[in-house]
């Protein structure tokens, strides 16, 4: 079994800075893209950054230029720096990622996608 696992999330004042963690685990083969997405109270869950194995990243236009995504490919970890954080950013923050375990193999099964449990952030003052 696969599991991610999210840490960093909290209560944080407008401006300020949090770092997000997600650990993968289990018997995995190979980690394709991985991103983190967000989804507030009485909307959709949304794209927030992403990056490749190679290291390529892609953010929403609202993150441009405050947040930094970046992963750890010897520990299964993706990162996200969040810096000068407003309070539209304030929702539940998911770890997602594209990846291919040993059961898929033995499947004959390609790469699948997995979610972390979630770990909320809150910008108020």
């Known amino acids: 079994q696969v599991q991610l696992v999210e840490s960093g999330g909290g209560l944080v004042q407008p401006g300020g800075s949090l770092r997000l963690s997600c650990a993968a685990s289990?018997?995995?083969?190979?980690?394709?893209?991985m991103g983190w997405y967000h989804q507030a109270p009485g909307k959709g869950r949304e794209l927030v950054a992403s990056?490749?194995?190679?290291?390529?990243?892609n953010y929403a236009d609202s993150v441009k230029g405050r947040f930094t995504i970046s992963r750890d490919n010897a520990k299964n970890t993706l990162y996200l720096q969040m810096n000068s954080l407003k309070p539209e950013d304030t929702a539940v923050y998911y770890c997602?990622?594209?990846?291919?375990?040993?059961?898929?193999?033995?499947?004959?099964?390609?790469?699948?996608?997995?979610w972390g449990q979630g770990t909320q952030v809150t910008v108020s003052s």
């Open positions: 997602n990622a594209n990846l291919l375990t040993v059961a898929s193999i033995l499947r004959s099964e390609g790469p699948a996608d997995y």
């Open positions: 289990g018997t995995i083969v190979r980690i394709n893209s």
């Open positions: 990056i490749t194995s190679g290291g390529s990243t």
